[in-house]
């Protein structure tokens, strides 16, 4: 996960095809249980035209209890491959850390494509439902079920070696469930410029250990 989040941080910024030249300072401090949320964050600590030094951390989160933990931290050195001139590096956004809005990015592989390089939906779905899973459990701190989602129309195809990001955020809290509003974008690499390949609500009920419907405890109901 880390390495996946060096690529995609370091592709973004360089636009270039790049690949890991070295990790260091490697720390395993914790082990991630299972079925907590296993999050990469980090920033970009020096910068070159053709290299960046980037610091990783991995926590996990129990989503029913907010509880994070620092498990892993390394620091990657990413080189761009030389192909073709050198541009000048193209810098990144500040992204808005909202809390409630949860970014899951993944990069298209080629089994991942039909014939023509183009992601199969169902993958595009595993990934929009994932994050929103992470935003409902989030915003309820209870253990919730996917009941329902809307329409899913692709607007933009994504293509192999595409960044393809997916977001998610409540919309609506209900007495036993939410719904949360997703959107796919997907981008080349070397391009930039995220492109809108589509967007749907999921609908999610929390339940207790034997399935049934619970109500949403009213601290994690508050308003939007």
Same mark, same amino acid.
Request: with cysteine; proline share 5%.
């Given at each position: 996960?880390?390495? !996946?989040? $060096?690529?995609?941080?370091?592709?973004?910024?360089?636009?270039?095809?790049?690949?890991?030249?070295?990790?260091?300072?490697?720390?395993?401090?914790?082990?991630?249980?299972?079925?907590?949320?296993?999050?990469?964050?980090?920033?970009? *600590? !020096?910068?070159?035209?053709?290299?960046?030094?980037?610091?990783?951390?991995?926590?996990? +989160?129990?989503?029913?209890?907010? +509880?994070?933990?620092?498990?892993?931290?390394?620091?990657?050195?990413?080189?761009?491959?030389?192909?073709?001139?050198?541009?000048?590096?193209?810098?990144?956004?500040?992204?808005?850390?909202?809390?409630? *809005?949860?970014?899951?990015?993944?990069?298209?592989?080629?089994?991942?494509?039909?014939?023509?390089?183009?992601?199969?939906?169902?993958?595009?779905?595993?990934?929009?439902? !994932?994050?929103?899973?992470?935003?409902?459990?989030?915003?309820?701190?209870?253990?919730?079920?996917?009941?329902?989602? !809307?329409?899913?129309?692709?607007?933009?195809?994504?293509?192999?070696?595409?960044?393809?990001? $997916?977001?998610?955020? *409540?919309?609506?809290?209900?007495?036993?469930?939410?719904?949360?509003?997703?959107?796919?974008?997907?981008?080349?690499?070397?391009?930039?410029?995220?492109?809108?390949?589509?967007?749907?609500?999921? *609908?999610?009920? $929390?339940?207790?250990?034997?399935?049934?419907?619970?109500?949403?405890?009213?601290?994690?109901?508050?308003?939007?």
């Amino acid at each position: 996960m880390m390495d !996946k989040f $060096a690529f995609v941080l370091a592709s973004r910024y360089l636009r270039r095809t790049v690949v890991t030249a070295a990790l260091t300072e490697t720390d395993f401090r914790a082990p991630v249980p299972v079925g907590h949320l296993a999050e990469v964050d980090g920033r970009i *600590v !020096k910068a070159g035209r053709r290299s960046v030094e980037i610091e990783a951390e991995l926590v996990a +989160e129990n989503m029913l209890t907010g +509880e994070r933990t620092s498990c892993l931290s390394g620091r990657f050195v990413m080189v761009g491959q030389e192909d073709g001139a050198i541009a000048e590096p193209a810098g990144l956004a500040q992204i808005d850390d909202d809390p409630r *809005v949860v970014r899951v990015v993944e990069i298209v592989f080629p089994g991942q494509t039909d014939h023509r390089g183009i992601l199969h939906g169902g993958f595009a779905l595993d990934w929009l439902g !994932k994050a929103a899973l992470v935003a409902a459990s989030r915003r309820a701190r209870q253990s919730v079920v996917m009941v329902s989602s !809307k329409a899913l129309n692709f607007v933009a195809p994504a293509r192999v070696g595409d960044i393809v990001e $997916a977001t998610a955020s *409540v919309t609506s809290v209900g007495r036993t469930s939410l719904t949360v509003s997703t959107t796919m974008t997907a981008e080349c690499p070397q391009a930039g410029q995220p492109r809108l390949c589509t967007r749907t609500d999921f *609908v999610f009920v $929390a339940v207790d250990d034997a399935g049934r419907p619970i109500p949403i405890t009213p601290e994690s109901s508050t308003c939007l």
